[in-house]
Every structure is written in C-alpha cells, then in structure tokens.
C-alpha cells in the first residue's frame, strides 16, 4: 500500500497571469505531524514568587516613611520652641515689658501634631523633669532669658536643646533620631 501524498502548489498570483508556481510543497501524510507552538507564561510559583517581594518591599517602604515623618515632627517641634524663644526675647525688649512662656508642649505650638513629651531642666538642677502645672518660662526686657534646657522625645527620637540666656538661640546638645520614646 502506497502512502497518500498531497502536492500543494503556491497559488499566489499563478491564475492570474498563467504562470507556473513558484513552490510545490510535498509532504507526507504518515510524516506529518501536529504541534501547538507553546505558549510561554508565567508558572504559579513564580507569580506568588514576585508578589511576596513585592508586598515584601511596600511594607519596607511604609515603615521607613513613617518613620520619616516622625523625624520630621520632631524637626519642626525643635524649630517652633527655637523661633518661639527668639520671639519672646524680642517681645519682652521691643515692648520693654517681662514675658512669660506656659512650658507645656502646646505653648510651642507641638501640640497633637508632635505627638511626644516635653521635659526640661533648669539651671542648678541635675535631671530633666515634667514641667510642673502652671510653671513659666521668663524673658526679661533687658535681653536676657532664665536659662533652660528642653528635651523633646517622641516617636522620631530624642533632642537635647540648652537655650543661650543672652541671645535665647538653641544650641543643639544631643540629637538622637533612632531612639523611641
């Protein structure tokens, strides 16, 4: 028995203007073989693969951006107590009159947003402490502040300021933006 064969001729434009084809394909039936070309994708494994690095890495992020904003509070919670410092002294000269400071977080204006304590020391006293209910800070009209020392804590660290008496300027002791509070 003699195997099928099929001659296939390329018709392209072979009817039109008479010509022979250029190409005669012959093939076997028994010889011809199906095959699907295979798709490439992506196996499960390696899809749960890339989405654990994934949320691996936004979790990652998200803490190091919290964490940056915590610093930042803390960073604008030290400059509003060096401004608001500065700002007395010059009140209590321009106006020639004593001004007094509350010492609670709030009266620097870090309130809720600094989210932290505040304790500060004063001249002859060994340790920080909480300010105590009703206590004052006193700028004098001739240009000079009670000395003191502020120590910020919150969620962006710890920073240490010791206030000059004669020009009420912050001078940065310690910063510590790793420690917790």
Do not use: Y
């Not at 001729?9 to 084809?21: V, Y």
């Not at 654990?52 to 803490?63: E, K, Y």
């Not at 107590?81 to 004593?98: C, G, M, S």
């Not at 020391?121 to 502020?150: M, N, Q």
């Amino acid at each position: 028995m003699t195997e099928p064969k099929a001659i296939i001729e390329h018709s392209g434009l072979s009817h039109l203007t008479g010509r022979k084809p250029l190409f005669n394909f012959q093939f076997s039936v028994s010889n011809f073989q199906f095959s699907v070309p295979r798709r490439s994708a992506f196996t499960l494994i390696e899809i749960l693969v890339v989405l654990s690095i994934i949320s691996l890495m936004l979790g990652i992020s998200i803490i190091s951006i919290s964490g940056i904003k915590d610093k930042d509070r803390l960073r604008r919670a030290v400059a509003m107590i060096e401004t608001t410092a500065r700002d007395n002294l010059l009140q209590a000269v321009k106006t020639q009159q004593l001004v007094t400071m509350p010492l609670t977080a709030g009266s620097f204006g870090t309130g809720s947003d600094f989210n932290g304590m505040l304790k500060i020391r004063r001249a002859g006293e060994r340790g920080f402490r909480e300010p105590k209910r009703g206590e004052t800070w006193e700028f004098s009209p001739t240009g000079i502040c009670e000395p003191l020392e502020v120590r910020l804590s919150g969620p962006g660290g710890t920073v240490e300021l010791a206030f000059d008496a004669l020009t009420a300027c912050a001078k940065r002791k310690s910063l510590d933006f790793n420690a917790k509070s």
